[in-house]
């Protein structure tokens, strides 16, 4: 165990395995070649939808586009994400965390989904998103400096009309279904990928924890092919990824992810609605004496956790 992870409430400080754990490069391998195979899936699925239903599969999202053709993209990105993440590493888990341990006796406990956080950890855990806020609007600011290519350019502009369209919110029932695509099922499928898998497998082969998580934010971000905004969802991965190691309880990361998606789906239909004066599809500039504040906020609030996290295991 490493020195600076938390045990949870009632966890056995001791494993005893039962069978060898599977060999980290399977486990990776066997997640991408699984996302690979879902999102086929996924794909062939929509396009028989849209073979039956008489639609069209290449349908580009702008703007002006009616609320008919909003709700066949959301279905198409839905089942993507459904199959490609979700699905995947779901399939991942169980296929090798199955009972494969006396103590850890399946893979929720893999997963360390079993039991809820406290309500002082959940807490803490969502204040360090908000106060990391500024610093990563000014990584995202930054990031946009940096030189593209017109290929990577052209891409970006694509994604960024279509996102814009999606966001076009009539009514309560548009914000659920955004809240859900974008929201909770990247919260769910995401966290399993690439903290529940990537994540814990890197920290298996490498020793530096530290290392382990970077690395495993990096893939995180880069998997979704948006590299304008490389730098600030990299360091949301990171943060992300440190709650996961931290707390050794999946539902932090899931539950944060989902805050950190929602309040801006939540916020974009405020905006729509005239209840908002903030419109976050536009760049919003950060002073750099911003940034450092939220640095030390981020800071004082990863102590605030740490000593939490020493508490509760000093109290069980």
Not at 21 to 27: A, I
Not at 141 to 163: C, G, I, M, R, V
Not at 259 to 280: E, H, I, T, W
């Amino acid at each position: 165990m490493e020195e600076n992870e938390v045990l949870e409430p009632g966890e056995p400080k001791m494993i005893t395995p039962q069978l060898p754990e599977p060999p980290v490069r399977q486990v990776i391998m066997a997640q991408i070649g699984l996302m690979i195979l879902c999102s086929g899936a996924g794909m062939l699925l929509y396009l028989l939808i849209c073979k039956i239903l008489g639609l069209d599969p290449q349908l580009a999202l702008t703007e002006t586009s009616p609320a008919p053709e909003r709700w066949q993209v959301r279905t198409q990105l839905g089942m993507a994400h459904f199959f490609g993440f979700f699905g995947s590493g779901a399939l991942t888990i169980w296929i090798f965390y199955r009972g494969i341990t006396q103590n850890l006796t399946g893979w929720p406990d893999y997963l360390r989904s079993r039991k809820w956080p406290p309500a002082s950890t959940l807490l803490l855990s969502l204040l360090l998103m908000l106060v990391s806020v500024p610093l990563v609007l000014y990584s995202l600011n930054l990031n946009q400096q940096l030189p593209l290519p017109e290929l990577f350019k052209s891409a970006e502009d694509q994604a960024e009309t279509a996102l814009k369209g999606l966001l076009q919110m009539e009514h309560i029932g548009e914000l659920l279904a955004n809240l859900t695509l974008i929201a909770v099922l990247p919260a769910l499928g995401e966290e399993l990928v690439f903290r529940g898998v990537i994540q814990q497998q890197l920290m298996r082969r490498i020793q530096n924890p530290w290392t382990a998580i970077l690395l495993a934010s990096v893939i995180f971000s880069a998997a979704h092919m948006q590299f304008e905004g490389f730098i600030p969802r990299m360091l949301l991965g990171f943060i992300l990824g440190w709650l996961y190691w931290q707390t050794r309880n999946f539902w932090v990361p899931v539950l944060c992810h989902f805050f950190n998606n929602g309040m801006q789906v939540l916020g974009q239909y405020l905006y729509k609605q005239d209840l908002s004066a903030v419109d976050l599809e536009k760049d919003v500039q950060v002073p750099w004496p911003f940034a450092a504040i939220s640095l030390f906020m981020v800071w004082a609030v990863v102590r605030l956790i740490r000593q939490n996290l020493t508490k509760i295991s000093t109290a069980t």
